[in-house]
């Protein structure tokens, strides 16, 4: 399949936009992470956002095209590693276990402080997503200045979008990460404009990994609409911290779906589903099934959480 100007450069391909494994050696990472639950669990997530969507709470962003990203970081680090997620990332607190009737009513500000969008998931590592923008990476590298100063060998890892990588917060946080050789791993999502990002994106349109290499940082750029490459970056990333060899960088250029003209390789969910069509472990009644459960455990959750019967 030919590239287009939506496919980013200098990454590592697990999957080809047909959803072919590109090497024999990938076929490890898959004997590790079931490739059926990988789409479930991103289906869930995608459902999830469109839920959410339809009732579009304050300080909501959609976070379709960003599912690789959510179930790579949520099945991949430990139960004990903690993780600092953004505001796009409410579907790793529900993969990680979340009831979904307390997500719901978090999401939607009717429980604890009321303030739409504030998850919470202490009990299952997930820290609570702050109001001021980029104060969760300070908070992320203090927590593992605690673990590296315990010797408990644990990482923890901060999401985040590439909109904050102009800010104060975000090099005071590399440069304490870097001096202090912490277990960090820091999940940047890049997103690619073909045809020019929106001045209110904030971006500045190179890549992230290249300019943390600079940084004295170990970083790896991947293509957020395969899960497979994102899953083994951010293997080989947290594997790094707990082996106290310092901090890195996980740069996944992922796709605003939402955007005019975007292909459809570019959606996670699809290149997944030509890898499972492929490999005979894709049917409709499988997705039929799989998307009636989903669709049930979250009608029920907001109903709950809205006030319904």
């Known amino acids: 399949m030919e590239q287009s100007p939506w496919d980013p450069e200098g990454v590592e391909v697990g999957l080809d936009p047909a959803g072919r494994l590109v090497d024999a050696a990938w076929q490890g990472l898959l004997a590790r992470v079931d490739p059926r639950a990988l789409y479930k669990r991103m289906l869930a997530a995608r459902h999830l956002d469109e839920h959410l969507a339809r009732v579009a709470p304050p300080m909501w962003a959609p976070a379709a095209g960003e599912e690789a990203v959510s179930v790579a970081v949520a099945l991949l680090a430990a139960d004990d590693e903690w993780i600092y ?16 009737a307390e997500l719901a009513k978090q999401a939607l500000g009717a429980a604890y402080n009321g303030r ?31 673990h590296k100063l315990d010797g408990c060998g644990r990482a923890v890892v901060a999401l985040f979008g590439e909109g904050l990588t102009t800010t104060g917060s975000f090099h005071e946080a590399i440069a304490a990460a870097v001096v202090g050789d912490l277990p960090v791993v820091f999940v940047c999502k890049s997103q690619l404009w073909p045809e020019g990002a929106p001045a209110e994106a904030g971006l500045l349109g190179d890549s992230v990994t290249e300019r943390l290499r600079a940084c004295g940082l170990w970083a790896r750029r991947c293509d957020g609409a395969d899960v497979i490459g994102v899953a083994r970056s951010l293997e080989l990333a947290l594997q790094r911290a707990r082996d106290g060899r310092g901090p890195s960088l996980v740069e996944v250029v992922v796709t605003p779906l939402h955007a005019p003209q975007v292909p459809s390789h570019r959606d996670p969910l699809e290149r997944l589903r030509r890898y499972l069509e492929a490999t005979e472990q894709w049917s409709p009644t499988f997705v039929a099934a799989i998307e009636a459960e989903i669709e049930g455990q979250l009608g029920r959750a907001f109903t709950l959480a809205a006030g319904g019967a």
């Open 85 to 100: 997620p953004g505001l796009r990332d409410l579907a790793i607190a529900a993969i990680r276990g979340m009831d979904l």
């Open 116 to 146: 739409p969008g504030a998850i919470s998931a202490t009990e299952l590592a997930v820290a609570h997503v702050p109001e001021a923008l980029g104060v969760h990476l300070g908070m992320a590298v203090g927590h593992a200045q605690a």
